[in-house]
């Protein structure tokens, strides 16, 4: 009965995996692993609390939070979209950060109600080719909808997370015809080739299969850091004083309405949005550090040197179904 | 006797009612969807979803059906040098999930990616490098992750068919390729049919293949407007047509099987001649087989090997790897001896008490088959938050899934070996003296160990590999190599994911040899 052994054995090895330590921080993460790896392994450092990273898409994450309710393990939620933070703040799954603390942080960069705080920004820019010929009445992101673009434009899938942030922030700085007509033309000139991701579009610009790109800014500078001689350079729209200027999005954190540490909790999102955490935690990819003063790496336009859409990150999770249906709509695949 | 079959029938029942969670928690919210949700969903998404998924689901079939017989057809019929081997390369895609395929593929058709690089250096410029993101390139991912099971079932129908009848016909003058149309495949229907049903189940359950090339089926579907509306209720309204879809296929499948028998009268049955293939002939062959071999297998997994040994050069196999390696043979050999154990009462119940009962059991055995992983992984977690939530936060809400997923494979094979036994083998040992319990340990139980084997190992190769439900599902912190190879995906950098591929290829490996060593011995 050596067979029976062998079963009974791997059920009962299983059954020992898991478990989580009552003062281990359990983060559900939704940011990529190792930009954040870095950031809590020093946290750690500094204060000795363990963290466990449990990471998923953040989407799934929150419907997690949600099915789980009141028996969640989770203490922190962290999500790479402002728009997946606010959702989960208005399903009632946070509570507030003590005021105090995230003050520091600017209002437009965090929810209203203090139940979510941003703690890195990413830009919605052009990316656009050296050497490409008439491009240069592109001054806004609704210029690519012009059909001199035809097949020349590089754009994500509607499935992409920046690609509806970036949609509802022009919904709401301009109006929904307005995008539902710059949708239409997007999609006739991207043709049937959208992109499943960033890092793609930027490579087809710089090898010239396109003309333009629309991306998060800092994967034009992952693609630089590798070929320093790309032909590829930024272009930030909408800058014209009546335009709605670069829509930006936050990565943030929240804590768990259920959690049993607060304090312990607070301390992570005080390291998180402190001088040193900023710059571990934005600088990882590139992004805008949120707290004041503290600047973003030096290749990146500086914050502040442009204009930046005044929507505020909130309106990201507000408004997003609305997008989606929208999105549906034009049938923008 | 009575008795007996009371017990086990409770037992199967209370089985059966478990797998039947999901399905309950679908007809829970599906009948909170208001008439307008519905009418939303009838008019905007449904036409369009239902011509996605059903012309993938053919179309994918055909695929199958040409890989899988032609395959097995050469195989089973010729005598070629290397016959051992090709066997085992046409089983061997069955070690590599439809999202890792889908991963490695769109890498590879990338401009700098091997095949577009070879594809630049025959056509250059003038023609554009094939793009997956189509049905055209679903069916082609899912054709070579799926032709495998037509391949197995038609190869051992093949071995099985009867030569007097294919002379016959070639005596009253039928061409070789009439008696393949006319002989051959009426009497493979039944193993074509069987292999179809799987595949095209296959097929409407996937979900890592779709999701990766955003083909909106219905599982996506499912999944997004879960994921990314929170809209549980359109979901499982959009679940239920699945199931009622899923379940009419199935149901047709049971129905035409049903009144075919296919045998010959025992002592004049004359094993098929294996014609030795002349030295051209086996140069085609192989370039047949190589063909399939090369893009089902060889390619996917030397790209594995080749950035495998970069990580390993980098160090980054170390013990959390590892970690991950014993998590994911751990979970997977949990979730199938207890797939294997909760199957044998209802495969049993089935085969002994023929009823109408008995058949609505297996029928609902089977939701694991026709409902989304992710649909699956939802309704298991409200179960057991609602209902046995001390058992919250550790392995069995995965295991629950798992099981309930994986349950009809286990089911299936059971029940295939168990109808090979005679009754009256069991009633000698009853009447030798032995009580049910001691009957079923000494008689039943050894005689079918290769369905309980092969069970096994069914639901272990598709465990290992299992992705939504074990998203959703697994305990905080717990990774897996499935979880692995999504979460470097998703980061763009694919290239991390390899040693994890190739960890849940050679993890399968030892599954398949015990199955395929079963199978050998069976005959």
């Not at chain 1, 049937?192 to 800092?218: E, M, P, Q, R, T």
């Not at chain 2, 890498?107 to 003038?126: K, P, R």
Request: net charge positive; aromatic share 10%; proline share 4%.
């Amino acid at each position: 009965m050596s067979m029976a052994k062998f079963f009974v054995g791997i059920l009962l090895a299983t059954l020992g995996l898991n478990a989580v330590h009552a003062d281990e921080l359990v983060v559900y993460s939704g940011r990529k692993d190792k930009f954040i790896k870095p950031v809590i392994k020093q946290f750690t450092e500094q204060t000795g609390i363990k963290v466990v990273l449990h990471t998923a898409k953040s989407t799934a994450l929150l419907n997690k939070l949600r099915v789980e309710g009141d028996r969640t393990v989770a203490d922190l939620f962290i999500s790479n979209d402002a728009g997946n933070l606010q959702i989960g703040s208005k399903l009632g799954l946070f509570q507030p950060i003590d005021d105090k603390m995230i003050g520091v942080i600017p209002e437009q960069l965090r929810a209203s109600d203090n139940s979510w705080v941003g703690l890195s920004a990413r830009a919605r820019v052009l990316v656009v080719n050296t050497k490409a010929r008439d491009v240069d009445f592109v001054k806004s992101v609704f210029d690519l909808a012009n059909p001199k673009l035809k097949d020349r434009i590089a754009i994500t899938h509607s499935g992409n997370g920046s690609f509806v942030a970036g949609v509802t922030v022009y919904m709401l700085g301009s109006s929904k015809d307005k995008v539902r007509n710059w949708l239409t033309g997007m999609k006739a000139n991207a043709g049937n080739k959208l992109f499943s991701k960033h890092s793609k579009i930027v490579k087809a610009v710089a090898s010239g299969k396109k003309d333009i790109g629309l991306v998060n800014h800092y994967y034009i500078y992952r693609h630089l850091a590798k070929n320093p001689n790309a032909p590829i350079k930024i272009l930030l729209p909408d800058q014209s004083k009546d335009d709605i200027g670069v829509a930006w999005n936050v990565a943030g954190v929240a804590v768990s309405k259920y959690t049993k540490q607060k304090a312990n909790a607070e301390k992570l999102i005080k390291f998180l949005i402190s001088k040193t955490g900023q710059k571990q935690f934005a600088g990882a990819n590139s992004e805008y550090p949120t707290l004041t003063g503290v600047a973003a790496s030096a290749e990146v336009p500086a914050a502040g040197s442009y204009r930046v859409a005044k929507v505020p990150m909130q309106d990201l999770g507000k408004y997003r179904n609305e997008t989606l249906d929208l999105l549906d709509a034009v049938g923008m695949p | 006797m009575r008795r007996r079959v009371g017990v086990l029938g409770l037992i199967s029942g209370l089985i059966v009612l478990i797998a039947a969670v999901p399905l309950m928690f679908v007809l829970y919210s599906s009948a909170q969807l208001s008439f307008d949700g519905w009418q939303a969903l009838w008019s905007k998404r449904l036409p369009d979803l239902m011509w996605n998924t059903l012309s993938l689901a053919v179309m994918v079939a055909i695929g199958c059906f040409i890989l899988g017989v032609s395959s097995a057809w050469l195989i089973v019929r010729r005598n070629f040098v290397g016959r051992g081997l090709a066997i085992w390369l046409m089983v061997l895609p069955l070690t590599i999930p439809t999202y890792v395929f889908a991963h490695i593929y769109t890498t590879l058709l990338e401009e700098d990616g091997w095949l577009g690089q070879a594809w630049l250096s025959v056509f250059g410029d003038m023609v554009a490098i094939p793009d997956l993101y189509n049905v055209g390139g679903v069916t082609f991912i899912l054709s070579i992750a799926g032709f495998s099971y037509v391949f197995l079932l038609v190869r051992s129908a093949l071995g099985l068919s009867n030569l007097s009848l294919e002379e016959a016909a070639r005596i009253q003058g039928a061409s070789a390729l009439s008696v393949f149309w006319h002989v051959n495949l009426p009497m493979l229907r039944p193993a074509i049919a069987a292999s179809m049903a799987l595949v095209v189940l296959h097929v409407l359950s996937d979900f890592g293949a779709v999701s990766m090339l955003r083909y909106q089926t219905f599982t996506l579907s499912i999944y997004l407007q879960m994921d990314s509306r929170f809209d549980y209720q359109g979901a499982a309204g959009l679940s239920m047509v699945l199931v009622v879809l899923s379940m009419s296929f199935l149901i047709l499948e049971r129905f035409s099987r049903r009144k075919q028998r296919y045998y010959s009268s025992g002592t004049q049955q004359r094993h098929v001649k294996i014609h030795r293939a002349s030295k051209f002939e086996q140069m085609l062959i192989w370039l047949w087989l190589g063909t399939i071999t090369l893009f089902a297998f060889a390619l996917p997994v030397f790209w594995m090997v080749s950035w495998s040994i970069e990580a390993w050069l980098q160090d980054y196999i170390d013990a959390t790897f590892w970690g991950y390696v014993s998590n994911s043979i751990l979970v997977a050999g949990a979730a199938a001896t207890l797939a294997m154990v909760c199957a044998f009462p209802v495969a049993f119940f089935h085969t002994r008490k023929r009823s109408l009962l008995s058949n609505t059991y297996i029928q609902l055995s089977s939701i694991g088959f026709v409902l989304p992983g992710p649909v699956i992984a939802l309704g298991v977690l409200s179960f057991i938050l609602f209902v046995l939530s001390p058992l919250y936060g550790g392995m069995a809400a995965l295991l629950m899934a798992l099981v309930v997923r994986f349950l009809p494979l286990a089911v299936q094979s059971q029940e295939a070996s168990l109808q090979q036994l005679t009754p009256s083998i069991e009633q000698a040992g009853r009447i030798l003296g032995a009580g049910p319990l001691e009957n079923l340990r000494r008689v039943v139980l050894p005689m079918i160990s290769g369905g309980m084997i092969s069970a096994w190992v069914l639901v272990f190769i598709d465990a290992l590999k299992e992705l939504p439900a074990t998203l959703i599902l697994r305990p905080t912190g717990f990774d897996t190599l499935p979880i692995r190879i999504w979460i470097e995906a998703s980061e763009e950098t694919l290239e991390l994911a390899a040693p994890a591929a190739l960890m849940l290829v050679l993890g399968t490996l030892p599954a398949l040899w015990l199955m395929m060593r079963s199978e050998a011995r069976n005959k």
